[in-house]
Nanobody, 113 residues
Framework: QLQASGGGLVQAGGSLRLDCAASGGTFIMMGWYRQAPGKQRELVATITNSGGTNYAESVKGRFTISSDNAKSTIYLQMSSLKPEDTAVYYC???????????WGQGTQVTVSS
């Protein structure tokens, strides 16, 4: 259902873009979550099917979430990356009917200092 790509290793201050392609459903909201070692999974950013966005305070001004509805794909442009952004990033999609919550396979983002 969800295919994420674009993770990797980058130096602090650098940029990366994550892509997530969805298939097989109609989603009212998609987004990115992340989980660092020893920590709980946390919200990074979400975007609704009408374009409304929401960001974690820790990434506001540095990350931008966007979507291409024709391709059923969302993007997370990450800039000014910090070592504390290091985590496995998971794509998420929420379906209304029937109510379902899908997760992608996760992609590793590592920011070196």
């Amino acid at each position: 259902q969800l295919q994420a790509s674009g993770g990797g290793l980058v130096q602090a201050g650098g940029s990366l873009r994550l892509d997530c392609a969805a298939s097989g459903g109609t989603f009212i909201m998609m987004g990115w979550y992340r989980q660092a070692p020893g920590k709980q999974r946390e919200l990074v950013a979400t975007i609704t099917n009408s374009g409304g966005t929401n960001y974690a305070e820790s990434v506001k001004g540095r990350f931008t979430i966007s979507s291409d509805n024709a391709k059923s794909t969302i993007y997370l442009q990450m800039s000014s990356l910090k070592p504390e952004d290091t985590a496995v990033y998971y794509c998420n999609a929420k379906q209304l009917v029937p109510p379902m919550n899908y997760w992608g396979q996760g992609t590793q983002v590592t920011v070196s200092s």
